[in-house]
């Protein structure tokens, strides 16, 4: 009967002393977690003043929330 080849057998490295590691990204600027915190607050400030003025604008608190959730997206690309 003939011998069957069988299936390849992925090869088995051994343990590498220094193994091979993906690059860390880049640090962001030092001056980026404070403009993500200037804009998050400008968007507080802007909610504010259009509950002070006497005509609520709802598009003037959409500007808020959106200047709101402009930091939070920019600061979850902190690092």
Do not use: C
């Not at 193994?19 to 915190?37: I, N, V």
């Not at 998050?40 to 006497?54: D, K, L, P, Y």
Request: proline share 8%; hydrophobic share 45%; net charge positive.
């Amino acid at each position: 009967m003939p011998k069957s080849k069988g299936r390849k057998k992925p090869n088995k490295q051994r343990y590498e002393l220094h193994p091979h590691r993906k690059q860390r990204a880049k640090a962001s600027p030092r001056w980026y977690a404070p403009l993500m915190l200037v804009v998050m607050a400008a968007g507080v400030i802007v909610i504010v003043w259009n509950f002070m003025r006497t005509d609520n604008d709802p598009r003037v608190m959409w500007l808020g929330l959106g200047l709101i959730a402009g930091g939070f997206f920019g600061i979850s690309f902190w690092r």
